[in-house]
């Protein structure tokens, strides 16, 4: 096994963090100026999701408590389970317990 500093994952996790948060801003703009592209409301959620999950690890490589690494996981599945239940909601798909 190599082994990894974890410094330098944090240095790497950070810019994956910036650029998700520049992709986000980019696809906002886009859609603000020109009204293609996808809508905020297509994409926030999942990207919230993703980000919170990132923060997690984020705050594990950094030896935070672990009250903090279980917020940003409550946040990442409060964002994905919001999002799922718009994306039913908006396809009218009914759910019946078999």
Do not use: K
């Not at 790497?12 to 603000?32: K, N, S």
């Not at 964002?79 to 908006?90: S, T, V």
């Amino acid at each position: 096994m190599i082994p990894v500093d974890p410094g330098a994952m944090r240095l790497l996790l950070d810019a994956v963090i910036v650029f998700t948060l520049l992709e986000g801003a980019a696809l906002w703009m886009h859609h603000a100026a020109t009204g293609r592209g996808l809508a905020p409301r297509d994409y926030a959620l999942n990207m919230v999701s993703g980000l919170c999950l990132m923060l997690a690890v984020r705050t594990a490589l950094g030896a935070s408590p672990w009250p903090w690494i279980a917020v940003c996981l409550a946040g990442a599945g409060l964002a994905h389970g919001l999002d799922i239940w718009r994306r039913f909601r908006r396809q009218r798909i009914v759910i019946r317990p078999s």
